[in-house]
């Protein structure tokens, strides 16, 4: 039963930095991509960042392009997002995810077969 479980979530000032980690099991993730997806209060489920598990190759969002840093640790199963510069729209509950890889549609969530339950981040003024 694959679970993931993310950690790292909490309450920063405007310009922090933080990392959230994403720990993985049940199965290995080889041919797999594992993505990191946020949500904000009425707000769809937004693409920040994915990472195919073999190759490390790596996607990033739009709206975080430059700030974040997706990474994964093969041996301690577990996917790294690191952001920086954080702003209050960066507010939301961050999900990690993971599919078989493809090169279609890794910014859509609709294609994430595991999901966490997710960890808030909120920046504050």
């Known amino acids: 039963q694959v679970q993931l479980a993310e950690s790292g979530g909490g309450l920063v000032q405007v310009g922090d930095s933080l990392r959230l980690s994403c720990a993985a099991s049940?199965?290995?993730?080889?041919?797999?991509?594992m993505g990191w997806f946020r949500q904000a209060p009425g707000k769809e489920r937004e693409f920040v960042a994915a990472i195919t598990w073999i190759g490390g190759n790596l996607y990033y969002g739009d709206s975080v392009k430059g700030r974040v840093t997706i990474s994964r640790d093969k041996a301690k199963k577990t996917v790294y997002l690191e952001m920086n510069s954080l702003k209050n729209e960066d507010t939301a509950v961050y999900y990690c995810?993971?599919?078989?890889?493809?090169?279609?549609?890794?910014?859509?969530?609709?294609?994430?077969?595991?999901w966490g339950k997710g960890t808030q981040v909120t920046v504050s003024s």
């Open positions: 995810a993971a599919r078989l890889f493809d090169n279609y549609d890794l910014n859509n969530s609709e294609t994430y077969i595991y």
């Open positions: 049940g199965r290995t993730f080889s041919g797999y991509v």
